[in-house]
């Protein structure tokens, strides 16, 4: 948002909502929030995982401010559950990693989880858990002949 702000770049993809006034922005793409677990881990066996399940066991969540883990900690509290042991990493590759080790449940965008061998996705029973990205530039540059084909092309290409 900064960058954007400060004509540093022209457009960008930001994931938390956009209230700004000053930005323009469309929704791009639909990123569902996975649960990712060694396929030895106890509820590997389920298809499907409820959040009060996750009450007791160690979930292993990205850094505060991840927009994953910010929607999935909505979820958790819209539920009126608490989560007892949480390991928190500072990238996505840590997540990835603690959970092929058995170490805990890890929580994923479903589209950067790296298939690995010893690892199984899951989705969340109880509910959808997900966020949106947008594509976004300053309302002011919006209407430039080039910025507005290039919105275009994403709204006919739009994965939502």
Same mark, same amino acid.
Request: aromatic residues 6%; contains cysteine.
């Given at each position: 948002?900064?960058?954007?702000?400060?004509?540093?770049?022209?457009?960008?993809?930001?994931?938390?909502?956009?209230?700004?006034?000053?930005?323009?922005?469309?929704?791009?793409?639909?990123?569902?929030?996975?649960?990712?677990?060694?396929?030895?881990?106890?509820?590997? #066996?389920?298809?499907? /995982?409820?959040? =009060? +399940? *996750?009450?007791?066991?160690? $979930? @292993?969540? !990205? &850094?505060?401010?991840?927009?994953?883990?910010?929607?999935?900690?909505?979820?958790?509290?819209?539920?009126?559950?608490?989560?007892?042991?949480?390991?928190?990493?500072?990238?996505?590759?840590?997540?990835?990693?603690?959970?092929?080790?058995?170490?805990?449940?890890?929580?994923?965008? #479903?589209?950067?989880? /790296?298939?690995? =061998? +010893? *690892?199984?996705?899951?989705? $969340? @029973?109880? !509910? &959808?858990?997900?966020?949106?990205?947008?594509?976004?530039?300053?309302?002011?540059?919006?209407?430039?002949?080039?910025?507005?084909?290039?919105?275009?092309?994403?709204?006919?290409?739009?994965?939502?």
């Amino acid at each position: 948002t900064r960058q954007l702000l400060n004509c540093e770049i022209d457009v960008g993809i930001l994931s938390e909502d956009q209230t700004n006034p000053e930005l323009f922005s469309i929704p791009y793409c639909r990123h569902p929030v996975v649960l990712i677990l060694n396929r030895r881990h106890r509820l590997a #066996e389920r298809d499907m /995982i409820s959040l =009060a +399940d *996750l009450e007791q066991e160690t $979930v @292993i969540l !990205r &850094e505060k401010g991840s927009r994953t883990r910010e929607v999935f900690e909505q979820a958790v509290a819209a539920e009126g559950l608490t989560l007892h042991n949480k390991i928190e990493f500072g990238s996505r590759e840590s997540v990835w990693w603690a959970a092929v080790h058995n170490i805990g449940i890890g929580i994923s965008s #479903e589209k950067e989880v /790296i298939p690995h =061998a +010893d *690892l199984v996705k899951r989705h $969340v @029973i109880d !509910r &959808e858990i997900h966020y949106h990205a947008s594509i976004c530039c300053l309302k002011e540059r919006r209407e430039s002949r080039l910025l507005e084909s290039f919105f275009q092309l994403v709204r006919e290409q739009s994965l939502l």
